[in-house]
């Protein structure tokens, strides 16, 4: 396993480059959780677990893409503030991405939760962990489109 890549988003997100972060780290959260959940199912095959395995691999692929979104999102409300455009729609456009990335997170949990509880007892602890990664993102992303609602 290597851990570069994680070594590298890790250091991004350090950045005091105005850049995304927040969003993005709370959608890799998530699909790290997704991932967790994907390697229970995968070393449990006697539970019937591939809806599971299949759901928990979309759900990451969902989460990274709407980190994708964050930082389109991001960048839109920078270049508003710089053309000196209403920034309400923007922020509010914001919020949504969030919002989206919160309802993603909320079923990772469940998914995991449900998951933790099927699996072979000697891997339960990849989901558990990743319903509580899931239930940290999910309430982080939550208050983060509060804030994006209110205009930043």
Known sequence: ??????????????????????GIA???????AAALIEKACALSPDTSLGAERARARDLRAELLS????????????LETRRSGGDEREAWRIAAIVL????????????????????????????????????????????????LDESGG
């Not at 709370?26 to 790290?32: E, P």
């Open 1 to 22: 396993m290597r851990l570069d890549d994680a070594s590298q988003l890790a250091e991004s997100l350090a950045s005091a480059a105005p850049e995304p972060a927040a």
């Open 26 to 32: 709370l959608c890799a959260t998530g699909a790290l």
């Open 66 to 77: 709407t980190a994708e979104r964050d930082v389109a999102a991001f960048y839109a409300i």
């Open 99 to 146: 919002r989206d990335a919160a309802a993603l997170l909320e079923e990772t949990r469940f998914l995991a939760e449900d998951v933790a509880a099927r699996c072979r007892p000697a891997l339960s602890g990849e989901p558990l962990a990743a319903a509580l990664l899931a239930a940290g993102a999910e309430r982080a992303a939550l208050a983060l489109a509060e």
